[in-house]
């Protein structure tokens, strides 16, 4: 059983420019939360995504954005990079109807480094 | 607005001791508690959690204490092995939907 699965696992980009990351949640899961992951410091929640709608968002300015498709994987967008962009980029899944008793389930990351 | 603290960057004990790991919080509206593990080049695993109704979960080696009137957690994990060595996040939820984290803890076992 696939847990959750993000891509590219690393990706180098130019300040200015942007970037789509990718996640398909864990099978059964239909939520998908976005976290970012500075270097030395806790994930930070950037929003959450169920039944194809933006449910919550994080203190993360526009240039961040959101997509979830109808097979509940989802994209995170981020236009204008900046260099304090660069970190660790953590999706989680989790089943949207349920409390929550064991967590969520995160992919392995995307590192994202802006130079 | 660091709503959930991990005061300790890093700790280190001997194999076949107790680790204990420490949390505190300051939003008396979190009613869940959650331990995450990571490893280097992994995303974090679920390891145990606690209801704010309770104040104390076993799970094997790991036992999680939660003292609200002090809004502080521990992870106690007995006895300690190498293969614990990892980053540990404590996180806290409240009826919302995101999970807010701490820094995180970097607990190293030592044969």
């Known amino acids: 059983d696939a847990g959750v699965t993000q891509s590219p696992t690393h990706l180098i980009k130019t300040r200015g420019q ?3 990351l990718r996640c398909s949640p864990k099978s059964g899961h239909d ?21 194809e709608e933006e449910r919550q968002r994080g203190n993360f300015p526009d240039r961040f954005s959101g997509h979830q498709f109808p097979n509940y994987s989802s994209e995170l967008n981020v236009n204008a990079l900046l260099l304090g962009d660069s970190a660790l980029y953590l999706c989680a ?21 802006v130079v | 607005d660091q709503q959930v603290k ?3 960057p890093s700790l280190s004990v001997q194999e076949g001791r107790i ?37 104390k979960n076993e799970d094997g ?20 092995q190498p293969g614990d060595s990892a980053v540990y996040f404590c996180a806290a939820k409240g009826t919302w939907h995101d999970m807010r984290f701490g820094a995180g803890t970097r607990l190293t076992v030592k044969p």
């Open chain 2, 19 to 55: 680790s204990i790991l420490n949390c505190d919080y300051t939003n008396s509206m979190f009613d869940y508690f959650l331990w995450y593990k990571k490893y280097p080049a992994e995303g974090p695993t679920f390891l145990i959690s606690i209801s704010s109704i309770k104040d």
């Open chain 1, 18 to 20: 942007q970037v789509t």
């Open chain 2, 61 to 80: 080696r790991f036992t999680v204490f939660l003292n609200k009137s002090a809004k502080h957690l521990s992870l106690h994990i007995v006895p300690s």
């Open chain 1, 31 to 51: 939520t998908v939360s976005w976290y970012q992951q500075a270097l030395g410091q806790g994930p930070q929640f950037i929003f959450q995504y169920y039944e």
């Open chain 2, 6 to 8: 991990q005061n300790s």
């Open chain 1, 93 to 113: 899944s989790s089943s949207g109807g349920t409390t929550v008793n064991y967590g969520y389930t995160f992919g392995s990351g995307t590192r994202l480094t």
